[in-house]
């Protein structure tokens, strides 16, 4: 049970771990009234049932007692669990509503149909650098994220660091994430926003400070210059082709309406969570999105067999 | 209970009384599912305006030249319409048929100048969300007045057939519910589009 | 010759003259002309039974091809779009074509059987009131079968439903269908009320109607003053789609989220409203098979009313992610909690109902004692999603769909069939075949929690909702599968419901007047029941006219066989208020093809909107407009007019 990426019953962030106890709580009286209720229905069947078979016009009706009481004592017993959900409740949402005043970074996260721009600011405008569907975050440290909508609205959920915050056109909502534990967190839009909706999945990489440091450094630079001839001739298709709609910093390739693929392969999957970032899955996804993902804004590339070999040859630079 | 109805059995009115009938009860409730559609379409200008930023209402003073005594036109000719049922009550055939008469008219004039009102409005339907709100709005209520007419012009026809008399009148009394009504919604929409600017609203 | 303004009615007993006076009065013409003119209750409460048991088929198969879909991970027998479509018109029919209509059906054939009337308030109302319902239940098929369904969820949030996303047809036949639904729902509401407060039986005052009226009338209240939001949240759709309208166009000032509060100001009182009737139908059903009278009428009568305008104060609880104000998130969540208050209510009495009475287990009472197991599950998990910080994990997955389904499965669907069981002898005059429906009940019973229990599960471990496919994460691939097959037991029960009832039309044993010796005044008549209900209008002096001499009720002595004759035209009797005093006797309308002619102009003005054909549309409104004045013609049967000069002479 607690294997599944996005299940909710374990919690390794701050605003996860607030909500959890009170999930199990109400979790817990949930199933115990359910049982008691089944309990007292069973019994109350059989206990004086009529055997069947016995006519019921033959049954005397009687008034018997006004049975008030049960209503009484009941509603006594149920307002105990019900306070302490109110109370309890108030609690919780006083620490994870809240965003922090001081967050160690903060991301600028838009949503489109379907996948997810993160935007990372700086001090100084060098400082910043886009990515796609990774969002990479220091453990130990609040970090605040501003959820922008590109079309329609979607929703922002990492279900082991923090509960929804939907992504809504014309406002910004906030949601903040924080965690002590290193690792990567399943996050999946949790709003119906159209055709792919199901695959609308981002990944939180929660890493000590000196990895993430690493990663952010390693993002700032632009893409490294082809090598090989093989790569220059591949990145002449992608500023021809894939620059309609992508970005590769330090080429021609500057457009911003679908995923920056500067560094495309520090990423762990393709077309937000669709496919594992493999040679393989990368050439089909380029040739046949359609197939992949039905519906996705990525059209196919009908690339000849040497075209894909050299874009193939470039993107595996951009590291 | 049982007694007293078999016992003691009264006479009743057979049909309906004056105003009294199920037809005024279905008359309310459908007014009242009416009166609640105009609510919502004054909640949704109040929190448009309440979530948009300064800017957002056209016209900050609105112009009161046309609507204001557009506004005593469509209340006199509520008047009116009161005034052809008290005819109808007091048997003068004369009074009905005269204030149902005036009625029609002035709401005839209403619609006219509400007309004009829009024609001199310097803003399309589709350029804000304000314009839409404006239009729509109005719009609506000019499709109650247009209905409201409608029944106007059947009572004050229904009137000069003879049909009706100071007991036997349920459907006079309904129809200029309806009137009044389709006024009193007015007052709502002349106020929030009209004088909440004025008192701050949006502005 | 002009009849008096005042009379006093013939008291006198019940005779076979008299009768076939009656019927002569009040049974409809036979034939095409009868079917389509008829006004009379039990034919609409019938076909509209019926209609919404066709769409709840139709539901349930659009069900059960995406649950073949959803068997297991990545699985492609539906495109997106397809998937999107089934899913969205699943909703949109089980919600507003099937739970909705099916008790305005059972209340629309037992509501003057249960009041002592012969018919409703306003019989010409409520024939219109079914044909909207079928013609814009057609409406909005003919666009799923033209590949125009809705594909935005049943609650079609913007602006993934504005023109830009989604250009087809699709949302502009769902915007006009439920407007145009939404005048069928008012005009039935405004009927109910006034039926339920001016055409009871005489001493019928408030404190003893049946728990089944509170719970229709307090849902009829609620869509009066609420179906206007969701009306016009549609039409502004349609106008900001058609027409270049911005009311939910953020660059233009628009507002996405005035969509959803215009929606669930509707959505959730309209939650209850598909809920409380039903809930009705088990406060009435049960007490019958526990030889007792229900524990605490009036506090459940008055937690009906109260769980109500408590309804109207927590749509917000649907919106609880949206970046709304703490304060705000606080109010509505307190409230969402506190609504479990008036439900826990319901429940307790309905067990101690059963604990102090002799239960006689049919398969009626199968249905409905399952009922109150199956309310406290879609409760509770209704109570957690009420905790906001709980629901920002739980909201948007399977653990909802699981809730919903436990909400409307659970309180709809099974009380529903077991009214059927009940009241079906009353209806046919036939019994339904008991063995079948042991089988009947148990299939259902283990097929849907099959289905759905684990599907709370499935929400936890994090499945969201709405996905036309899905990845094989652990626990997520066996929970899938066992709730497909829970659908298909599911089915194969609902089939086998319908089997019994096409069987006992035929050759189901033959119902005496009171099968299961049951107290209310529908019971009183024949099965099935006389075009008039009530040879004489019967007074009522407690809840339980059939068992008063059994419970010694106050020393009650409700007369059902003797009373007013009201045989000198078609007429009913209107009583007051509050404690049902005689107060006028009605002339009700005749047959009539007024309504019919209204949904048809009415059709033909939705059809041009939808098209943008304005000649279409200007044909539609004038032959709605000649029917509407043809109807409200003032009639002298009617006594809507007696002219000055009648007057002077009378």
Redesign the interface.
């Known amino acids: 049970m607690k294997t599944s990426p996005l299940g909710y019953l374990d919690a390794a962030g701050m605003r996860a771990q607030h909500i959890l106890p009170l999930t199990w709580f109400t979790l817990s009286v949930s199933i115990a009234v359910c049982l008691v209720i089944a309990v007292l229905l069973w019994v109350g069947v059989r206990r004086r049932r009529v055997p069947s078979g016995v006519d019921i016009a033959g049954i005397a009706v009687e008034r018997g007692g006004d049975g008030l009481p049960w209503i009484r004592v009941g509603l006594l017993i149920a307002a105990v669990p019900l306070a302490a959900t109110l109370v309890w409740t108030m609690v919780v949402l006083a620490a994870v509503a809240r965003v922090p005043a001081n967050p160690a970074l903060v991301l600028d996260i838009t949503a489109h149909q379907w996948w997810w721009d993160v935007h990372y600011s700086g001090a100084l405008p060098p400082d910043e650098f886009e990515t796609a569907n990774e969002i990479h975050i220091p453990v130990g440290q609040p970090v605040l994220v501003r959820l922008h909508a590109a079309d329609v609205i979607h929703s922002f959920w990492v279900p082991k660091l923090s509960g929804k915050t939907d992504v809504i056109p014309g406002q910004i909502n906030q949601s903040w994430l924080e965690t002590e534990q290193p690792g990567r967190y399943l996050g999946q839009c949790s709003e119906f926003c159209g055709y792919q909706h199901a695959h609308m999945q981002f990944e939180v990489v929660a890493q000590a400070a000196d990895k993430f440091a690493a990663w952010r450094a390693a993002q700032l630079e632009p893409a490294a210059a082809p090598a090989s001839a093989q790569a220059a001739r591949g990145l002449e298709v992608v500023q021809l082709r894939c620059a309609l709609c992508h970005q590769v910093r330090g080429t021609s390739a500057g457009a911003v309406s679908a995923p920056d693929l500067t560094h495309l392969m520090s990423r762990r999957t393709l077309a937000a969570g669709t496919l594992l970032n493999t040679p393989g899955n990368l050439a089909g996804w380029i040739q046949d999105p359609q197939d992949l993902k039905p519906g996705s804004l990525m059209p196919n590339q009908y690339l000849s067999a040497q075209q894909l070999t050299d874009v193939l040859a470039y993107l595996e630079t951009l590291r | ?3 007293v ?2 016992s003691q ?9 004056r105003r ?4 005024w ?2 008359a309310g ?2 007014i ?3 009166a ?2 105009f609510v ?2 004054l ?2 200008y109040y ?2 305006g309440a ?2 930023p300064r800017g ?1 209402l056209l016209e900050p003073s609105p112009s009161l030249t046309l609507a204001l005594p557009n506004t005593l036109l469509l209340l006199a000719s509520s008047g009116a319409a009161w005034f052809a049922e008290r005819g109808i009550m007091h ?1 003068k ?1 004369a009074q009905a048929l005269i204030g149902f008469g005036l009625a029609f008219l002035m709401g005839l004039g209403f619609a006219a100048v509400q007309v004009l009102e829009w024609r001199a409005k310097s803003y399309p ?9 404006y ?2 709005t109005t719009g609506f209520h000019m499709a109650h007045v247009v209905v409201g007419l ?1 029944v106007l012009a ?1 009572l004050l026809l ?1 009137t000069a057939l ?7 009148r ?2 006079v009394s309904a129809g200029v519910l309806y009137w009044h009504f389709v006024d009193v919604v007015w007052i709502f929409v002349f106020t929030t589009y009209y004088l909440t600017p004025y008192l701050g609203f949006a502005r | 010759m002009r ?9 006198g007993i019940d005779s076979v003259e008299h009768q076939g006076k009656l019927l002569r009065m009040w049974e409809t013409a036979p034939g095409i002309k009868g079917f389509f003119s008829t006004v009379d209750h039990k034919e609409i409460g019938i076909r509209y039974i019926v209609t919404a048991f066709v769409f709840l088929g139709l539901g349930g198969i659009e069900a059960l091809v995406m649950r073949m879909q959803l068997a297991g991970p990545n699985l492609s027998l539906l495109t997106p779009e397809q998937y999107n479509q089934l899913f969205s018109t699943h909703g949109m029919t089980m919600i507003f074509l099937y739970a909705s209509p099916i008790l305005s059906g059972f209340s629309n054939y037992l509501w003057p059987l249960l009041l002592g009337s012969r018919d409703m ?2 019989p010409r ?1 409520n024939a219109l009131s079914y044909w909207i319902y079928l013609a814009s239940g057609i409406f909005l098929y003919v666009g799923f079968i033209t590949g125009n369904g809705p594909n935005d969820g049943w609650f079609n949030y913007v602006p993934y439903a504005s023109k830009q996303f989604n250009p087809g047809l699709n949302e502009d036949f769902y915007a006009l269908g439920m407007v145009f639904l939404g005048i069928s729902v ?2 039935g ?3 109910f ?2 039926t339920a ?3 009871r039986a ?2 019928m005052s408030l404190n003893r109607l049946p728990i089944l009226v509170w719970g229709t009338l307090t849902a009829s209240v609620a869509n ?6 969701v ?2 949240a549609f039409f ?1 759709l349609w ?2 789609r058609q ?5 939910f ?1 953020v660059g ?4 996405v989220l ?1 969509w959803q ?2 929606f669930w ?1 509707f959505g959730h009182p309209w939650v209850y409203a598909i809920v409380l009737p039903a809930m009705g139908m088990v406060s009435d059903g049960l007490p019958v098979f526990c030889r007792r009278p229900l524990v605490g009428y009036s506090v459940v009568a008055l937690s009906t009313v109260a769980t109500m305008i408590l309804g109207f104060g927590v749509w917000v609880h649907h919106m609880f992610a949206t970046g709304l104000p703490d304060l705000g998130l606080a109010f509505f969540s307190g409230a969402s909690i506190a609504i479990v208050v008036p439900s826990a209510v319901a429940v307790f009495a309905w067990i101690a109902t059963i604990w102090l009475g002799r239960p006689v287990v049919t398969t009626s009472f199968l249905f409905f004692s399952s009922m109150i197991l199956l309310f406290v599950i879609g409760g509770v998990s209704g109570f957690m999603t009420a905790s906001v910080p709980v629901d920002w994990q739980l909201t948007d997955t399977y653990f909802v769909v699981a809730h919903l389904h436990y909400v409307l499965i659970g309180i709809n669907v099974f009380p529903v069939v077991g009214a059927t069981y009940f009241w079906f002898p009353k209806i046919t005059g036939r019994m339904l075949d008991e063995r079948l429906g042991r089988w009947n009940f148990w299939t259902m019973f283990i097929g849907f929690n099959v289905a759905f229990l684990p599907m709370h599960l499935t929400g936890l471990l994090g499945m969201p909702r709405r996905v036309y496919t899905y990845d094989a994460y652990p626990g997520w691939e066996a929970l899938n599968l066992l709730t497909s097959a829970g659908s298909w037991v599911f089915a194969v029960g609902v089939l086998l419901f319908l089997v019994n009832i096409l069987r006992s039309l035929k050759v189901g044993a033959l119902a005496t007047q009171n099968p299961w010796d049951a107290p209310t005044l529908e019971w009183s008549v024949s099965s099935p029941p006389p075009p008039y209900n009530f040879a004489v209008i019967p ?3 407690s809840r339980h006219p059939l068992w008063e001499s059994r419970l010694g009720e106050d020393q ?4 059902l066989d ?3 004759l009201l045989d000198s035209g078609k007429e009913t ?2 009583t007051s208020a509050l404690d049902a005093a ?6 009700m309308p005749e047959d009539s093809f007024a309504p019919l002619v209204l949904t048809a102009g009415l059709s033909g003005l939705f059809a041009g909107l939808l098209l943008i054909m304005w000649t279409v549309v200007a044909i539609g409104a004038v032959l709605s ?1 000649a029917g509407l ?1 043809l109807w ?1 013609w ?1 009639r002298r049967e ?11 002479h009378g």
């Open positions: 209970m049982a007694e109805v078999l059995p009264q006479g009743l009115p057979v049909g309906p009384i009294h009938g199920i037809g009860w279905g409730t459908l009242a599912s009416e609640a559609l919502y379409l909640f949704c929190y448009l979530t948009n957002w048997l055939r339907l589709g350029l804000s969300s304000y314009t839409s709100l239009f729509v409608l059947a229904w003879d049909y009706f008399s100071p007991r036997r349920l459907v | 009849a008096p303004d005042y009379r006093t009615p013939r008291t308030a306003f109302l008012t005009v509401a405004a009927n009320i006034v407060f001016r055409t005489p001493g009066l003053v609420v179906v206007p939001a009306s016009l502004l106008m900001d027409f270049g309208t911005h009311f166009d233009e000032g628009g507002h005035l509060h215009l100001i007074t009522v002096a009650a002595l409700s007369s003797r009373g007013m009797i209107a005689p107060d006028m006797i009605l002339e407009a004045l409200l003032p009617l006594r809507e007019r007696a002219s000055a000069a009648e007057a002077a």
